[in-house]
């Protein structure tokens, strides 16, 4: 059992201004294309119009989780709104948010679909259907705008949508002992009862936590009250939505890969909010196990489409990977969760190999294109995921505009939009530096007021300068986060070398600070060869290119076809360099390889090796971030490569 359980305080993010560098960048370019082109969809497809509840039959349907996207799509507007003012995007905002208060019923109940389409399905399918979890995006949203703008009227919605979900569901007579198969609404309503100061929130999100995975298990016996069998549940097991067994005895991460992320960001809530030891432990064995044996190297999640989720440990297939971009997504949610219960640099490790790579290559660098799965290979006619989630362009799998389940594309908006949160974290006498990009921020400790600027070109370099300015000096313990890929730094405060041995992965600095301290930290970041675990069959004698947090893959654009027979020999050297004129400027790897079986093949699909005379043909390869790849012609990628 672990004895205490420690809370740090994320930053405000009116608080962080981002206005360069490479999260800036892509923060202008969410703001410029991508929310933009999420609203246009959700227009052309129906999905805003569909809160004015006039649906008819013979009419294309609604889907049941309409609501869940446009929660998103607020989301992220609202926190563009707090960094970047936009009359239009409020007003679009503002548009939608009257079309939901005049579709909420007068009981408080909040759906399209079951209000418009199926009413006497309310509340009828917790496990399959997803009220719940669309309750929990809108009450994001509505607590994120409120935040942005001041203004109520949403968030008057969804706190009379909760009072009605906090009647109907919960353990006294005459309520459902019920809970959703899509967990969201548990980390939704920390939020609103953050926002609000209700604390029957609370209980309520604590409440669904407890209950998941209790005997008799609800999801059978509202399956008996439809009339079904739940023994042909078609999922076939609880396992799909983490509710085989009650959270507080699992402790390996299992099913659907979004989900799990969802619940267990709940748990680390509701662990934080109430002290709870027992659920920080499963929290904890969950997360080994996630980290140690089911994430790919990019920080993707669930090899597998039949269930968008985990399999078992070591299976992580490269051409077949699924990792969904929410998966990654959910990722740093619990990830930063996490770290506040426990202020450990493996946590941020964790959010930064997401972020960088599994999160960012799920849209297009121009900003409106998305992956809704995320593979670590690809070749020409092979379509792994045979759904409307993945188009095929000249036989090659490419990202679309939209998706009839359209999850990833908001979700992705609302993350890239609320990155800085992510930057900084505070206790009363500690402020931690967990992410490195140009930002200012101004934070609270104590009495005082502390402005931090950062400058650096991160993650293609690995200098970052501080400035510190204060009112009156002040006594506090500047965190600053050594990442886990990083074996060598070099520390200055003014301008004279500090030695400081890091402690969980941060290098402390303890002092009274004045206005105009300066410091600078070098990370060393030399390009890596990464191996996976032998017991990883996908990639046994394989290598992946990793510089500072971004994992790279090769591209038929660069590197022509047949990238399997691409060998890299092991002394091979390794070149870093900055390509100004690719993506915006990124640094790209280059070095020589050989390409084998290429010219001179004598014919016939098979040959013994001993009749072979085929030289080997050196090449100069080129290997580029992978968070931007298929975003040129289309070609084969890889990320694991082959090593001689």
């Known amino acids: 059992m ?59 349907k609604p889907h049941i989780f309409w609501d869940s996207d446009a929660g998103k799509w607020i989301e992220a507007v609202s926190y563009s709104l707090m960094a970047h003012p936009n009359p239009e995007f409020e007003q679009q905002v503002d548009e939608t948010v009257a079309l939901i208060e005049k579709a909420q019923q007068p009981d408080g109940y909040l759906n399209i679909f079951f209000t418009a389409v199926e009413p006497q399905n309310r509340w009828r399918n917790l496990r399959d259907w997803h009220e719940l979890y669309d309750a929990g995006h809108l009450m994001e949203g509505a607590v994120a705008y409120y935040q942005a703008t001041g203004k109520r009227q949403l968030l008057d919605v969804l706190t009379r949508y909760a009072d009605h979900i906090d009647k109907m569901f919960g353990p006294n007579e005459g309520q459902k002992r019920g809970y959703c198969g899509h967990p969201e609404v548990e980390l939704a309503l920390v939020k609103l009862y953050k926002a609000t100061g209700e604390r029957r929130y609370l209980n309520l999100a604590k409440y669904f936590i407890d209950e998941r995975g209790q005997q008799p298990h609800y999801f059978d016996i509202e399956a008996r009250e439809r009339g079904e069998d739940p023994r042909k549940f078609w999922a076939k097991t609880y396992r ?70 985990f399999t078992f440990a070591y299976d992580l297939p490269n051409e077949e990977a699924y990792a969904e971009t929410c998966a990654s997504i959910a990722l740093v949610f619990w990830a930063q969760r996490m770290f506040h219960l426990q202020p450990e640099g493996r946590y941020m490790d964790v959010m930064e190999r ?27 006619n092979i379509n792994p995921y045979p759904t409307s989630a993945s188009v095929l362009t000249d036989g090659y799998y490419r990202r679309s505009e939209w998706f009839d389940c359209a999850c ?97 992965g941060y290098a402390v600095i303890s002092r009274e600070w004045a206005n105009g301290d300066a410091v600078d930290l070098h990370l060393s970041m030399p390009v890596e060869r990464i191996v996976a675990h032998p017991h990883v069959r ?84 080129k290997a580029i971030p992978y968070c931007f790849w298929a975003n040129r012609q289309p070609g084969e990628m890889r990320v694991w490569v082959r090593e001689s």
């Open 2 to 60: 672990i004895e205490s359980i420690q809370q740090l305080e994320e930053t405000p993010l009116k608080q962080i201004q981002i206005e360069s560098g490479f999260w800036g960048t892509r923060q202008a370019t969410n703001d410029a294309r991508t929310i933009p082109s999420i609203y246009h969809q959700m227009k052309i497809t129906g999905r805003l119009d569909a809160w004015r509840l006039d649906w008819k039959e013979g009419q294309p």
């Open 240 to 309: 799909y939505c983490q509710a085989h067994v009650p959270v507080r005895e699992q402790t390996t991460a299992v099913g659907h890969a979004v989900r799990a992320c969802y619940l267990y960001s709940g748990m680390a809530d509701i662990a934080a909010q109430t002290h709870d030891t027992a659920l920080w432990a499963a929290c904890r064995s969950i997360w080994e196990d996630l980290t140690q044996h089911q994430m790919y190297v990019t920080g993707g999640l669930g090899p597998a489409h039949s269930n968008e989720g």
């Open 354 to 380: 997401a972020l960088y790579n599994g999160v960012l290559s799920g849209v297009s660098f121009e900003g409106s294109h998305f992956f809704y799965a995320n593979p670590l290979a690809a070749y020409p």
């Open 408 to 504: 990833c594309p908001p979700n992705l908006a609302r993350l890239v939009a609320s990155v800085g949160r992510y930057f900084y974290s505070t206790t009363a006498d500690t402020i931690y530096v967990n992410l490195y990009n140009q930002n200012r921020t101004r934070l609270a400790l104590g009495d005082s007021a502390v402005q931090i600027e950062q400058q650096t070109n991160y993650p293609w370099a690995g200098d970052v300068h501080l400035a510190v300015r204060v009112e009156r000096p002040v006594q506090f313990r500047l965190a600053l986060r050594i990442p886990g890929w990083c074996r060598d730094f070099r520390l200055e405060v003014n301008g004279s070398a500090l030695s400081v041995n890091p402690s969980n």
């Open 538 to 621: 996908q990639d046994a004698g394989c290598i992946a290119l990793q510089q500072g947090p971004v994992v790279y893959c090769l591209e038929e654009a660069d590197n022509g076809p047949h990238l399997a027979n691409l060998v890299l020999p092991r002394d091979s050297r390794l070149r870093s360099e900055f390509a100004a004129d690719l993506f915006g400027g990124v640094n790209v790897i280059t070095g020589d390889a050989i390409r084998t079986a290429g010219q001179g093949w004598p014919g016939g699909l098979y040959q013994p090796q001993s009749a072979l005379q085929l030289a080997p043909a050196p090449i100069t390869f």
